[in-house]
Structure formats: C-alpha cells, structure tokens
C-alpha cells in the first residue's frame, strides 16, 4: 500500500527519524493556516508547497514551488490544489492533486553547499535480506545515477538476526563523505531509519533527497513508503492512510467484493479460481499470442453470484475482447460453476457484449460441460487448456 510524502514523513517521525516538518492542506485557507503554524513552530518564514499524490517527479511536473510568503503560499497553493499534476511516473493526463503538503523551507538562504543524497530501504529478493542502498547523487533523477554511474550506488546488506550494526552505520555515512557533526547526524539517522522499515513493516522507503544542512542536520526532504499490506493487521492505525483517490477504481470495487484482481494492458479477461491457476492461465494467454487483461483470481467459491460479480468487472475494462473462464473444480464441482456461468450470463443479458470461452476440469467437468453446451447460451467450452487458449485466439480474430 503505497502513502502520500506527508503520511510516510509522520511514520518516519514516530521513530525519530529526523524530517522536514509540514503540515498537509486541501484548501488555500488552511495552507495559509499551515504556514503559519509552521512558523510559530520552527520559525521558518520561507516554504515549500508540495503536491501530494501517489508518483515521483513531483518537482520537475510543478508540483513543488518555493513560497517566500503567506501571499505566495496562498496564490501558489491555489495553482496546485486542483491541477493535473503530469510527472514522468503519472499517467500521460497527468493525476488530480487533491492536498498539498506545506513544508518549512530547509534549504537555508545563502546556504552555498546543502547536500542531497539517496538513501532506500529494501528487501533483496536474491538473497531474501533488507538493504539500504544509497548515494551520494541525491536529489535528481536516481535511475539516470544506475544507468549513467553506476559506481555511485552503494548498497549494504542486513543480517536478519542481528539487524544493522553500528559498524555499517557508520560504514554508509563514511561512503557518503562525511566527517564531524554530520557524520554522527548520519549514523543516527540510518539507524532510526532502518528501525522505522523493519517496526512499521514496510516494504519500500524511498527517501530522495535525504538533506545535509549547512549546520550538520540530515533530514528527510521527500519519503516514498510502501507498506506491507500483508502485515496490516498489526497495524491498524495505519489502515486508515489508504487514499481511495490514487488507486485505481475498479480494483477497489474487486477488492470490496472479495475478490483479488489486477489490471493489466491487454484484451484477454480472465476469470480464474487459484492464484497459481490465473498465473498459468496468462501465460497459456500469451503463449496463444494474445494479452490478458487482468489477473483475477474468484477463490474457492465461484457459486453465480461471485462469477456474476467477477464478470461485471472484467467488463468494465473497456480493452476486453474476450472473457477466458479457466476453473479447476476440486472441492466445488464443475457443474455448480457451470451454472454459477449460466446464471450469471442469464442475468446480465446483454451487458455481456464480448464472446466467453469456458474451460471446467476437474470433479464432474463432463456434466458441467454438457451443461454449457445445452444452456443455449453463446458460451464457447473447451476441456484442455491449450484448446481454451486456441478458442481465445480464434475468436479474436475473427
Ligand atoms: P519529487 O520531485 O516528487 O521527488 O519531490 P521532492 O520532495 O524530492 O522535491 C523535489 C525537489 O524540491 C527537491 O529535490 C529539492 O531540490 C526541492 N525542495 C524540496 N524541499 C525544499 C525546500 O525546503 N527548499 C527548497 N529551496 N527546495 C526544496
Ligand atoms: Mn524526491
């Protein structure tokens, strides 16, 4: 579960890590406000207004403008809250800023030499351990820094058992170049960070810039987190930062109705009981040359209603030329989701505007496929997967 800049900056913060402070506003009225309360709390007189959406970039878009007053916070507030913000990460239309974050400004005037730097925390899928992987080429654009440098990407591996030690603490902020305040700034920074990761049960920190001041303070100036959703339920605080907002529509409506679906670029729909059988199900798709449109995994019981459901939301991804229903009936048998097809094709009359191909192995697939053949209905039925697969592609191009 991805989180906007100010919701992961407030998790960072309850475990010390240091932060750029702001305060989150979705009216000019209350950035004003904000600005002012930051202002009474840090002194600042100087502010960032930061577009708050799920996507990187946000700076080189126009998502985030320096504010050298209350008037420029208002007028520049106003420009943000509303506008499609268009970054190399949102979709070409760009995404709808509903909140801006207004930030004290952290970038001292006359600071000739403020330091930015990347720093994320990660899993290591390879060797299935946490990393940090950090550089001193903050700031700008990190994927253009692996391409172009490479060797200015460190990273450094954490033993599970023992969690990151004071030497490797000290081992980042020594690569990072630094000495003195900064260098014992750094250390506790890294440590705080790296405990905030594993105590919040995240699955990605991004934070890019993490800033050095000209007076030795590291602070986080942007955060990327993606929590665990897996690992929610020890969290129940933290269920309420989901914004609705960022993602996308039909994949909240699939996950209210209990059923786990993700979509995808193609035009093949599949509607499939197992996640490993939906997997299998893609691949077959794309084999037969064509696309899948989604991963749709209905679970164990697809009784009318649930394959109803499903169908209704395959269908609202308007790429979908096809729906391919791939069951394996063990415990719920062939002829139940047969009719559970049936009925939901009954139903939902002519909203049913593309050709369906049927595939039901297992416990009673023979009467389940008789029971397709004789409903009347325009359902294809098919017994081997690569002859489903086949029927896709026929009716495709036809
Ligand atoms: P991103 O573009 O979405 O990654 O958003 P960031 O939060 O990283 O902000 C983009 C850039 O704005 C940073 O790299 C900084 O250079 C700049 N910026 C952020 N905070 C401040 C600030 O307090 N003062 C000034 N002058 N610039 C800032
Ligand atoms: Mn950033």
Redo the contacts with the bound molecule.
């Keep these: 579960m991805n989180l906007h ?1 100010y919701q992961g900056k407030e998790i960072l913060n309850s475990f010390g890590v240091r932060i ?1 402070r702001g305060i989150v506003a979705s009216n000019q009225k209350d950035a004003v406000d904000a600005a002012k309360q930051l202002t009474t709390e840090t002194g600042t007189s100087w502010y ?1 207004v ?1 577009a708050q959406i799920h996507a ?5 878009g126009g ?2 403008k ?1 504010a050298k007053s209350l008037e420029e916070v208002e007028t520049i507030s106003n420009d943000i809250i509303g506008m499609m913000l268009k970054t190399p990460q949102t979709p070409a239309e760009g995404k709808l800023v509903n909140q801006v974050l207004i ?5 001292y005037p006359g600071d000739s030499e403020p330091e ?1 730097y990347y720093m994320s925390v990660l899993l290591n899928r390879a060797t299935g351990r946490n990393m940090i992987m950090y550089s001193t080429e903050g ?1 700008m654009d990190i994927e253009a820094v692996a391409e172009e440098t490479p060797h200015l990407i460190f990273t450094e591996e954490i033993d599970p058992t023992m969690g990151l030690l004071p030497f490797q603490a000290r081992k980042i902020a020594f690569n990072l170049g630094l000495s003195g305040g900064a260098f014992k700034e750094m250390v506790k920074f890294v440590s705080a960070l790296y405990t905030a990761y594993v105590k919040s049960d995240s699955s990605l920190f991004e934070i ?2 993490v800033l050095k001041t000209s007076d030795d303070k590291i602070l986080a ?2 955060a990327k987190v993606t929590l665990d959703e897996n690992a929610l339920f020890r969290h129940k605080d933290y269920a309420e930062l989901r914004d609705l907002r960022e993602e996308n529509p039909i994949e909240v409506e699939a996950k209210a109705a209990g059923l786990n679906y993700v979509d995808l670029d193609g035009n093949v729909g599949c509607m499939v009981n197992g996640a490993g059988l939906a997997m299998g199900t893609m691949d077959l798709i794309k084999q037969a040359g064509g696309d899948p449109a989604n991963f749709l995994d209905v679970g164990g019981t697809a009784d009318a209603q649930r394959v109803e459901t499903a169908f209704g939301i395959i269908l609202k991804d308007p790429n979908v030329k096809a729906i391919l229903v791939n069951i394996f009936g063990g415990i719920v048998r062939c002829d139940r989701v047969a009719q559970g097809v049936v009925d939901a094709y009954k139903n939902m009359g002519d909203k049913i505007n593309v050709p369906i191909i049927c595939r039901l192995q297992g416990t009673n697939a023979k009467e389940a496929k008789e029971l397709i053949d004789n409903s009347g209905m325009e359902i294809i039925s098919a017994t081997e997967f690569q002859e489903a697969a086949d029927k896709v592609q026929e009716v495709l191009a036809s």
Excluded: T
């Excluded at 990187?56 to 080189?60: C, F, L, T």
């Design positions: 800049e750029q960032v930061k990187g970039g946000r700076g080189k998502g985030v320096l930030a004290e400004d952290v970038y930015e700031g890019n810039p100036v942007d």
